[in-house]
């Protein structure tokens, strides 16, 4: 092609919408010495920060909370979706902070920056995965789900439907695919001739968690209103 063909086709071509990346670093690449250990040290850590964590919920409570919402925000962007056993204790112990004051009485959401709300927004996916991913305790999962539903009812402050097309979009990228999915292998169960109870009963949660999600959507979409309770 010669030059000018070149700078056409530059032309013509739509711009690319940014995409969020991955962190990357030594950090994200190590592999743990043995996945056992690694597995029973999470578990360790885990319910040691259970421990501490009511007190520490109590403290996100108080008004002066909503000035650690950018910092809260920034600190779990940088580690969602969590790449190593570490990301994954971190997220265990940041989402049901967030979530309080995500969804406290206090009026964080005309507090936040707009940095802030951006990285709010680009969240919406990942925490919709995490919240009905079975890799992860219900606690944890609840917490993410809490999260998701805050942003989707208040995240949108300038009057558009950005909401409505978050929702819309996690009913065809993540619901959907997941609802397919996990009747398919309840289906297959049920058709075995050596199915167990417990493929049985964790297929059945499978069903009943994207169901769950699918409703959880539905309330976000009847909070907003408007043009977000047609989707």
């Known amino acids: 092609l010669d030059h000018e063909s070149l700078q056409e086709r530059n032309r013509s071509d739509p711009p690319k919408q940014a ?4 962190p990357v670093g030594m950090s994200h690449l190590q592999l743990p010495d043995s996945l056992a250990k690694d597995a029973e040290m999470k578990n360790a ?3 040691r920060a259970y ?3 009511p007190y520490l919920i109590e403290a996100y409570t108080c008004p002066s909370s909503t000035s650690s919402c950018d910092n809260l925000v920034a ?3 940088q580690i969602l979706p969590p790449l190593s056993e570490l990301d994954e204790v971190k997220l265990y112990v940041a989402f049901p902070l967030l979530a309080v004051v995500l969804n406290g009485q206090n009026d964080v959401w005309n ?4 940095d802030t709300g951006e990285r709010l927004q680009s969240m919406t996916t990942y925490l919709a995965q995490f919240s009905m991913s079975s890799d992860h305790d219900s606690f944890s999962r609840s917490a ?3 999260c998701l539903f805050a942003i989707l009812i208040h995240g949108d402050r300038d009057g558009g439907n950005s909401s409505g097309e978050n929702i819309t979009n996690l009913l065809n990228r993540v619901v959907y ?3 397919t999915e996990s009747v398919a292998s309840l289906q297959k169960v049920i058709d075995g001739t050596s199915a167990t109870a417990a493929a049985y ?3 059945s949660a499978n069903v009943e968690a994207a169901l769950h999600f699918m409703a959880l959507l539905g309330s976000a979409a009847a909070c907003r209103g408007g043009l977000c309770s047609q989707t």
């Open 51 to 53: 421990s501490v964590l």
């Open 45 to 47: 850590t885990i319910q």
């Open 111 to 114: 507090a936040v920056s707009p």
């Open 177 to 179: 695919p997941a609802v």
């Open 75 to 77: 600190f779990v962007d």
């Open 19 to 22: 995409t969020r990346q991955l």
């Open 144 to 146: 993410a789900a809490s």
């Open 201 to 203: 009963h964790a297929c």
